[in-house]
Nanobody, 124 residues
């Protein structure tokens, strides 16, 4: 399974970006999706999750991004989005997405492989 994250870039503090996570090769709407990020010198952290619609499609966010980031999914396009508003320099990181059949697995993040990720840089 290959997931491709895109949409990163350089933005000033207070700005916005929308990241996209897309894939082919599996039934997208059967999987919970997570967005993660890894800043230089830091461990990868879970930023946001979205469960499958059949389990309510619930979303959850790290405290550091709550109220600023929104995760959503378009199953028809096999795409999950991460809308990031009010970006701050501490949001600078490489952002990744990944998928698993259960939300718990997304939260554990013990994935065998990760895509390339997309770089988000927020200048002050």
């Amino acid at each position: 399974v290959q997931l491709q994250a895109s949409g990163g870039g350089l933005v000033q503090a207070g700005g916005s970006l929308r990241l996209s996570c897309s894939t082919s090769g599996f039934t997208w709407d059967h999987y919970a999706i997570g967005w993660y990020r890894q800043a230089p010198g830091k461990q990868r952290e879970l930023v946001a999750t979205i469960d499958v619609a059949g389990r309510g499609g619930y979303t959850n966010y790290a405290d550091s991004v709550k109220g600023r980031f929104t995760i959503s999914r378009d199953n028809a396009k096999n795409t999950v989005y991460l809308q990031m508003n009010s970006l701050q320099p501490e949001d600078t990181a490489v952002y990744y997405c990944n998928a698993a059949a259960s939300l718990k697995a997304v939260e554990r993040a013990n994935f065998a492989s990760w895509g390339q990720g997309t770089q988000v840089t927020v200048s002050s």
